[in-house]
């Protein structure tokens, strides 16, 4: 008997063949690994909730920079662990902050690595809330523009190559272009987290950057996970305000959401593959559950196959040794 699958069977056959006609192809060219930068110098603290990711000073930074260069990783995002946090998040925005520090040293090391950087205020506040609280407890979000527009500016100044606002406040987008743009940083383009969901897969992330809400939750700014038509509401509203690359995250539960806010834009498209779905598979690889080097590379490149064109996750270096590097 002849069946159809036939067809597909006879391309299988080989390693070669399947090469040949695979969809999709994982590069090192997808890949941006995230770094948690700390004050001090020499520092290189393995993350608990996050094994093999550090806290790393400016200088170790820039140590790592240097490897993820060699090893052709295009770039790297930053997240900043204050030495002090406040109500407003003022050592987000201070010039001589944690991430200009790292930026600074980073762009001596290794001067092509494209630094993107988080532009939020949660790693920065004492109440762990992305924006300043108003006296009902709420987040305002009107307050938090101003500052998240001075942040993106001391990024910029430090020489960030990209700003990648996180934090969910209605107008952001608009507000931060504005600021680059009267500053004389027109020229550098914003990866907006449009399409961020409340999701419980951050949790290693909170622990990493001790940014765990001290009150309340997400909930009123973050995206609720079983609604897929507002991520395109969301992210139509960001190319309005003028983003130049969309974030969704994070990126396996919501393949699905990859894949429609592929097709209804025509920006580029990238996934953060958030800390909790790296720490799920390395927490199953170390049950020896689980083959970790295969479901890494699986997982990567079906959140390609979804539709995004690069991806934001902590597996980027070893992933990229694997593809070759
Ligand atoms: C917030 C931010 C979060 C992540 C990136 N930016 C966490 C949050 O909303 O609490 C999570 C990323 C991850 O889990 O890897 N600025």
């Given at each position: 008997m002849a069946f159809p699958q036939q067809r597909l069977r006879r391309l299988r056959r080989t390693e070669n063949l399947r090469r040949l006609v695979r969809q999709t192809r994982l590069a090192i060219d997808d890949l941006v690994y995230p770094m948690f930068v700390c004050p001090g110098s020499g520092v290189r603290k393995e993350i608990s909730s996050l094994p093999g990711c550090y806290h790393l000073s400016a200088d170790k930074a820039a140590e790592q920079a240097r490897q993820l260069a060699s090893l052709r990783i295009p770039g790297t995002i930053l997240f900043g662990l204050p030495a002090s946090k406040d109500a407003r998040g003022s050592s987000g925005y201070d010039p001589s902050g944690v991430v200009p520090q790292a930026i600074k040293a980073i762009k001596d090391a290794a001067p092509e690595l494209v630094v993107i950087t988080d532009v939020c205020l949660c790693e920065y506040t004492d109440h762990g809330h992305c924006g300043v609280i108003d006296s009902n407890q709420q987040v305002d979000n009107d307050a938090t523009l101003e500052l998240l527009g001075k942040m993106a500016v001391v990024h910029a100044q430090a020489g960030a190559d990209m700003l990648a606002p996180?934090?969910?406040?209605?107008?952001r987008v608009g507000v931060i272009r504005k600021a680059l743009d009267s500053e004389g940083f027109s020229h550098l383009p914003i990866m907006s987290c449009a399409v961020k969901y409340c999701s419980a897969f951050y949790g290693p992330f909170r622990e990493a950057a001790d940014?765990?809400?001290?009150?309340?939750?997400?909930r009123g700014y973050q995206m609720d996970p079983?609604?897929?038509?507002e991520a395109l509401l969301e992210a139509a509203a960001d190319i309005e305000e003028g983003a130049d690359i969309l974030v969704v995250k994070p990126a396996l539960p919501y393949l699905d959401i990859i894949s429609q806010v592929r097709a209804a834009t025509d920006v580029p498209l990238a996934a953060y593959n958030v800390s909790g779905e790296y720490a799920m598979l390395l927490a199953a690889e170390e049950k020896k559950l689980i083959d970790g080097e295969a479901a890494m590379l699986e997982m990567l490149t079906c959140i390609k196959r979804a539709g995004a064109d690069f991806i934001l996750t902590y597996f980027a270096e070893r992933a990229a040794r694997a593809l070759g590097a």
């Open positions: 996180s934090d969910m406040m209605d107008g940014s765990t809400p001290q009150f309340g939750n997400r079983p609604n897929a038509r």
